[in-house]
């Protein structure tokens, strides 16, 4: 399999997210594809440039326990992702809620379904604060956007501690303790 014949299978589904968790093709192997921690896609050693190209692979992006695969409705191909597939690097409020954008430009409300925790960055093994995408891919903040929002959290006892806190909504999540 080549990238160009998987970018033909998914021409129709370019606007949509499709249903990959419901696809069971076979396995065809994997393919020298890779998602680096600052959220680039590399085909055999080489940066995709085409953002529309990257955009259209993570629609058919799954994780099945610690690998990543793209998956269509006849193949099933292994790709290796360095940290997590997605990085958020826009957010603004809107009514109180707060709508983060990825490099790929899904766009989503903090929430209950999207929530955000603090987890280990695979990199840095830093802790910092992650939101669920979709199903269970996950991003991380970029710095920037991290930063920006520690600007607008506020200060509050979290389990007994003091923690930085920003609300979506009715939810809340904890930038961090200090």
């Not at 069971?24 to 998602?35: A, E, H, V």
């Not at 993570?58 to 290796?80: A, H």
């Not at 957010?91 to 954008?101: D, S």
């Amino acid at each position: 399999m080549d990238l160009a014949s998987l970018q033909q299978q998914l021409q129709a589904q370019q606007n949509k997210v499709p249903p990959v968790d419901k696809w069971n093709p076979d396995f065809c192997g994997d393919i020298d594809l890779q998602i680096k921690h600052d959220g680039s896609w590399y085909y055999m050693g080489t940066p995709i440039g085409r953002k529309a190209l990257v955009k259209l692979f993570s629609s058919v992006l799954r994780k099945d326990g610690d690998d990543y695969f793209l998956v269509t409705p006849v193949e099933k191909v292994g790709i290796q992702v360095e940290d997590v597939p997605f990085i958020v690097t826009q957010w603004e409020l809107n009514e109180g809620k707060l709508v983060f954008t990825t490099l790929t430009e899904d766009t989503f409300i903090v929430g209950a379904k999207h929530p955000v925790e603090l987890k280990q960055d695979a990199k840095t093994q830093a802790w910092l604060p992650y939101v669920k995408v979709r199903r269970n891919l996950w991003a991380r903040l970029h710095q920037n956007v991290y930063y920006q929002l520690i600007e607008i959290a506020t200060e509050s006892l979290e389990d007994g501690k003091p923690s930085l806190l920003i609300k979506s909504g009715d939810y809340h999540f904890s930038l961090g303790s200090f």
